[in-house]
């Protein structure tokens, strides 16, 4: 879901070792080199504060305001390249385990003389699609060709499937909305919600509300005392670097959509299993669907909220196929059908929504995919 990218990060976000210690960073890293093939020297990720989710799997690091490189050679030390000087160091340096840096402004340089180096090579790239054309331009020089294969689909088919550190982070992000969602309900207020989930250890809250009924819905931005009832807003909390999010009503009385809308939920969720399609989950859903829904069915949760929408992609005939967009940017091609299939061990945001006659509803489910059945880690109150 796109929501108001803050300006500034200003959550903590410190590496945790007890949480997160180096082996766990350290087996992930192996697990990617089994996927990669031998030739490949080394792994060059770039990240954004808004687009992060592969630098933080692998190296828990999140820029705060300036993009950020990093190298992880086969052999050797991964090497951070930050945006920020070196006079902040000491406190960029406390968000990841890597210790050897090197600033952005000199990635030409130092990716040149590694990749001439003992241990240099060929390089694969994660999220080179979101980084400035000039930077893009000056390390592809530096690493001796215009051309720089991308990886990005095999950085994000790792970590689909979550481990049992990063389920534990999820539950308690799921926690985290929760109290949102109740401070929510309880109080009728946009602040009231996002002030819970900060005070409950969240490190970022984006809120997006309808004050039409649920019709559309928007960021925050000015104090108004007007009420709205049904107040529908969408929730997305992270927590320990995990996003939970989820569409949450505070109303007087829950209306007859609203309650038919709950039902559709359950038997999506009932669905919700390994080999699922989201074609079968959606045909769940009856109503006529709510603009917000009509073309998908949530999204992959992990480290990025926008990575992996769940997005029905219309197909030249009559059919329709029901891919996961990568969400790499708006150059990506939808996934192949093969990919529409809900997969063990994955944590999904399942989202629904209807519209009939003036009146809207919208609810939501995040589950971990089983093979035989699934558990629901939240759903909508």
């Known amino acids: ?52 989710g592969e630098l933080a799997y692998f190296t828990n690091y999140i820029p705060r305001l300036e993009p950020a490189l990093v190298l992880i050679p086969r052999k050797g030390d991964p090497i951070m390249l930050p945006s920020d000087p070196p006079s902040m160091w000491s406190s960029a340096k406390r968000v990841t385990w890597i210790e050897n840096f090197v600033p952005l402004r000199q990635a030409d340089k130092s990716l040149s003389e590694w990749r001439k180096g003992p241990t240099g090579g060929p390089v694969t790239t994660f999220g080179f699609n979101a980084m400035p054309p000039a930077l893009h331009r000056a390390i592809a020089i530096a690493l001796g060709g215009i051309a720089l294969p991308d990886a990005t689909a095999a950085a994000r088919n790792l970590m689909r499937r979550k481990r049992p550190r990063e389920l534990q982070a999820l539950r308690e992000a799921a926690a985290i909305l929760q109290t949102c969602a109740d401070a929510l309900i309880a ?95 959606a045909a769940e859903n009856p109503l006529p669907p709510h603009a917000m829904t009509k073309s998908t069915l949530g999204c992959v949760l992990g480290l990025g909220l926008e990575d992996e929408p769940l997005s029905f992609v219309a197909q030249v005939g009559t059919e329709t196929s029901f891919g996961s967009a990568l969400g790499l940017g708006p150059k990506d091609s939808p996934a192949s059908s093969q990919s529409s299939a809900l997969e063990e061990g994955a944590v999904y945001s399942l989202r629904i929504g209807a519209s009939q006659d003036g009146n809207h509803a919208l609810a939501s489910a995040i589950v971990l995919v089983g093979n035989e059945a699934s558990e629901i880690l939240w759903t909508s109150p």
């Open 1 to 52: 879901m796109q929501t108001m990218h803050p300006t500034l990060l200003i959550g903590a976000y410190d590496w945790d070792s007890e949480r997160f210690p180096k082996s766990e960073f350290a087996e992930r890293i192996d697990a990617l080199w089994k996927t990669l093939s031998p030739a490949v020297a080394g792994v060059l990720i770039y990240a954004d504060p808004r687009h992060n």
């Open 187 to 281: 109080t009728g207020a946009i602040l009231e919600a996002e002030h819970a989930g900060l005070k409950a250890g969240a490190q970022d809250v984006r809120i997006l509300y309808s004050v039409d009924k649920g019709r559309t819905l928007r960021p925050f931005s000015d104090i108004s005392g007007a009420k709205s009832d049904p107040l529908l807003a969408y929730i997305a909390i992270r927590h320990a670097g995990y996003w939970a999010d989820g569409f949450v009503t505070a109303a007087s009385k829950p209306g007859p959509l609203q309650t038919k809308l709950a039902d559709a939920l359950r038997a999506v969720v009932s669905k919700a299993k390994a080999g699922a399609t989201l074609h079968t989950l």
